[in-house]
């Protein structure tokens, strides 16, 4: 059973019943807890990782790229 709290000696020491993290907003592999305490694992994967000084042709990539604009 996951456990999203622990209080000890009436002090709360830990609290997940506020956090907002899902799979689908960690990267793949990654593990975490949500906030009822049950373990995740991160859903987000990216195929590549482009970088240029111009956009990118409309040609190039597929969903889940990332395309970073270098500026001097």
Same mark, same amino acid.
């Given at each position: 059973? &996951? !456990?999203? !709290?622990?209080?000890?000696?009436?002090? %709360?020491?830990?609290?997940?019943?506020?956090? %907002?993290?899902? &799979?689908?907003?960690?990267?793949?592999?990654?593990? &975490?807890?949500?906030? %009822?305490?049950?373990?995740? +694992?991160?859903?987000? &994967?990216?195929?590549?990782?482009? %970088?240029?000084? +111009?956009?990118?042709?409309?040609?190039?990539?597929?969903?889940?790229?990332?395309?970073? !604009?270098?500026?001097?």
């Amino acid at each position: 059973m &996951a !456990k999203n !709290k622990v209080i000890y000696a009436g002090e %709360t020491l830990i609290d997940l019943t506020a956090d %907002t993290v899902t &799979a689908s907003t960690m990267l793949s592999g990654t593990t &975490a807890h949500d906030r %009822t305490g049950t373990q995740i +694992t991160g859903s987000v &994967a990216f195929s590549s990782i482009y %970088t240029g000084t +111009t956009n990118p042709s409309s040609s190039v990539g597929v969903n889940g790229d990332i395309y970073l !604009k270098v500026v001097s």
